[in-house]
């Protein structure tokens, strides 16, 4: 497998990084050597370090790891994939769920690569439309299938911690290539997920 995940911080980033933090710190008021603090420069190092890890990881390589040769026309979905990522104009958090379908072409992938996959994608500075392409483009590009389909819904913190928007909203963005572009096919698909969109 050529893909592993990874736990381990560069020591010269996560010293640069730790020593502008504790300068962060200070600048927002705080006292960076109190108790609480002393640590966090270098924690919130390395949890950049973890969040951003996907520029280190290649989707295709990924998919391409475990591509398999099946005779299989029939849509495959895999919906509700956790995404946690962030946004790249306030570096907050945004978060949701991802909905895959892909119709194979000869070509299939195992399903928890499509979830590394929205990882990869989603461990970056993002915004919900490009992730939603990038996801959707790994896949065709990789498998070469007859059609692909990807929905996110997700909610952002920039919006709902500054208030400037509903609480409770959520963005919705989805991206459709192929056989997807076809009334009856994506229709399908979203029926197939929208179990989970009418739950809550
Ligand atoms: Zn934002």
Redesign the pocket.
């Known amino acids: 497998m050529a893909y592993k995940k990874t736990e381990q911080y560069d020591e010269e980033i996560t010293a640069g990084l730790s020593a502008n933090y504790r300068q962060v710190l200070g600048m927002l008021g705080e006292n960076p050597d109190r108790e609480g603090l002393q640590k966090t420069p270098e924690r919130l190092a390395k949890a950049m370090q973890f969040l951003t890890q996907g520029y280190q990881a290649d989707a295709h390589e990924i998919l391409n790891s475990a591509k398999f040769h099946e005779p299989v026309s029939e849509m495959i979905v895999v919906k509700d994939i956790e995404m946690y990522s962030m946004?790249e104009?306030?570096m907050?958090p945004?978060f949701g769920r991802v909905h895959v379908a892909y119709i194979p072409n000869g070509w299939i992938t195992g399903l928890s690569k499509v979830a590394r996959v929205v990882d990869v994608y989603a461990r970056r500075l993002q915004v919900q439309e490009r992730l939603t392409l990038e996801i959707m483009n790994a896949i065709k590009e990789t498998l070469q299938p007859l059609g692909v389909a990807v929905v996110i819904e997700a909610q952002?913190l920039?919006?709902m911690m500054r208030g400037v928007q509903k609480q409770n909203s959520e963005t919705t963005t989805s991206a459709f290539d192929g056989e997807f572009h076809k009334n009856p096919t994506r229709t399908e698909f979203l029926k197939l997920i929208s179990s989970d969109l009418s739950r809550r």
Request: net charge neutral.
């Open positions: 946004c104009h306030h907050l945004f952002h920039c919006m």
